[in-house]
C-alpha cells in the first residue's frame, strides 16, 4: 500500500506545492466525476457546526480589590450560575470559575452560557455578582480584557452523526432538539450533523484524527484532547480545547431551544492523506451516509431511516428576507422563534443567521424564502412527507472554517 508521512507533507507545504482541499471542495469533485487521485491529495480540511452541549469554559476574573471578602459561594454572569473554583482565592479578590454552556440565566431560561460566552467574545459589558461564604455580596462588571485567563473545554464535540426527530404523537413536545414545542402529527422534522463535511465522518476508524492533534475550534488553535464522553465506535465524538479569548465570536454562540439555551461550536480538523485507506474514506458523499429518525418524545425509539443527502442537498444555506412583506406585526413572530436572535427589529443580522430554517415556516407573510426541504417517510404503515423545519447545524460557518484552516496551513501559520 503506498504511504507517506506527515514530515512529507509538511514539507510539500513549506515548498508551496501541497495539494490541499476543503471539505466541500473535495466532495464537490467527486460529485462532479472529477475525484482527485490517492497522488493528487495531501491534506482535506474537514469541519462541523453545530449545537454542543458539552461546551464549558474555565474562567478567572477580578471582581473586588484583595481582603473585600473570602471566598465566593456562588457567582452569576449576566444572570448565569457558574460554579465558583476549584480554586478558592481566599481574600484575593479574584474568582476562578467553570461556566456551563448549557446554564440557564435566572432571569431568562431562554438565555444561557452560550450567548454569554458571545457576549463576552464581542467585548460586550458583563455584570457579575458574586455571593461570598460571609454572606457579602459584591456587585461589579467586567469585560473580556478584564478575564486573565479563559479556557473552553468541550467534552463532547464534533459528533460524527446524530439522529432527526419527528413528533408523530397529537400533542405538542419540548425538546432540547426543537427550537419551539415541536408540534404533533408528523408536521415537522428537526436535525443535527453537518454530513460529508464532518472530520470524523471521514475518518472511520480514527487514522488521522488522534489525540494531541491541532484542530482549529471556533477560529482559535487547538487540541483534541481524546475522545469525548459517550463517544463510541458507532457515534465517535471529541473532547476538545483551546483559549476562549482567541476564538472568533462568529463561531460559538447560543441557541434557543424549548427547554432553554443551548450552545453552538465550529470545528475544523485537517486531515493528511498518509495512506489509501485514509483517501478512501473520504470519498463518502451525503448520500451514503444513514440519517436515522426517532420519535422526540424517545431517542431510542426509531421511526424509519433517511440519509443526509436528502438533509442538504440542492437546499438553501441561507434565507432571503423580503422587508416589503414584513408587515410589523405587533408580536412578530420570527423574532421569538429564531434561536440565535438573528432577527431584531425588521432586521436580518447575517453574522448570527445559523440557517436553522425557522424563520421561512413560522413568519406570518412569508417575507422569507428558504428552501430547507422535505424527506419521505414510512411511518406507522403509511407513506408520509415531512417538512425539515429545523437545522441545529450551519454548514455555512463549517465550510467557512475549513477554508480559513486550509488558508492558514497554507501560509504556514498552522503546520501538521
Known amino acids: 500500500m503506498t504511504t507517506r508521512s506527515i514530515s512529507q507533507i509538511n514539507k510539500k507545504i513549506e515548498d508551496g506545492e501541497a495539494n490541499i482541499y476543503t471539505a466541500e471542495e473535495f466532495k464537490k469533485l467527486i460529485r462532479n466525476d472529477d475525484t482527485p487521485s490517492f497522488d493528487e491529495v495531501d491534506v482535506v480540511t474537514c469541519g462541523t457546526c453545530g449545537v454542543m452541549s458539552g461546551t464549558a469554559a474555565i474562567l478567572n476574573f477580578i471582581v473586588s480589590d484583595p481582603g473585600v471578602f473570602i471566598r465566593a459561594n456562588e457567582v452569576y454572569l449576566n444572570g448565569v450560575p457558574a460554579y465558583a473554583g476549584p480554586c478558592p482565592n481566599e481574600w484575593l479578590g479574584s474568582v476562578d470559575v467553570i461556566l456551563h454552556g448549557t446554564a440557564h440565566s435566572i432571569h431568562d431560561e431562554s438565555y444561557g452560557g452560550g450567548f454569554l460566552l458571545k457576549e463576552i467574545l464581542e467585548g460586550n459589558p458583563i455584570d457579575v455578582r458574586v455571593e461570598s461564604a460571609e454572606g457579602k455580596t459584591i456587585e461589579s462588571t467586567i469585560t473580556k480584557d478584564d478575564i486573565t485567563r479563559a479556557q473552553i473545554i468541550g467534552a463532547r464535540m464534533a459528533f460524527k452523526n446524530y439522529t432527526a426527530f419527528t413528533n408523530p404523537g397529537s400533542e405538542e413536545v419540548r425538546s432540547i432538539f426543537a427550537a419551539i414545542p415541536l408540534e404533533g402529527n408528523l408536521n415537522g422534522l428537526t436535525f443535527s450533523g453537518c ?43 471529541l473532547m476538545l480545547s483551546a483559549d476562549l479569548t482567541e476564538m472568533d465570536p462568529y463561531y460559538l454562540g447560543g441557541f434557543k431551544t424549548s427547554q432553554g439555551g443551548e450552545v453552538y461550536d465550529t470545528v475544523a480538523i485537517p486531515i493528511p492523506v498518509l495512506t489509501e485507506e485514509i483517501y478512501n474514506n473520504l470519498l463518502i458523499t451525503d448520500d451514503m451516509i444513514d440519517l436515522p429518525v426517532a420519535d422526540i418524545r424517545g431517542r431510542h425509539l426509531p421511526l424509519d431511516s433517511t440519509d443526509y443527502g436528502k438533509m442538504w442537498t440542492g437546499h438553501d444555506l441561507r434565507p432571503r428576507y423580503n422587508s416589503d412583506k414584513c408587515s410589523s406585526c405587533d408580536s412578530c413572530t420570527v423574532e421569538s422563534v429564531c434561536p440565535t436572535n438573528a432577527f431584531t427589529n425588521r432586521r436580518i443580522n447575517l453574522a448570527y443567521c445559523f440557517g436553522c430554517g425557522m424563520c421561512s415556516h413560522y413568519c406570518r407573510n412569508d417575507a422569507f424564502d428558504m428552501n430547507t426541504g422535505s424527506v419521505n417517510l414510512h411511518i406507522n404503515d403509511e407513506d408520509v412527507t415531512v417538512p425539515i423545519i429545523l437545522r441545529q447545524s450551519d454548514r455555512l460557518r463549517a465550510n467557512k472554517l475549513s477554508l480559513k484552516l486550509k488558508q492558514m496551513i497554507e501560509k504556514r501559520e498552522f503546520k501538521l
Do not use: C, F, M, W
Open 195 to 237: 454530513g460529508d463535511l464532518n472530520p470524523l465522518q471521514n475518518d472511520i476508524p480514527h487514522n488521522a484524527i488522534k489525540e494531541g492533534k491541532r484542530v482549529l475550534l471556533n477560529g482559535a488553535v487547538g487540541y483534541i484532547l481524546g475522545d469525548g464522553t459517550r463517544s463510541s465506535a458507532e457515534k465517535p465524538n
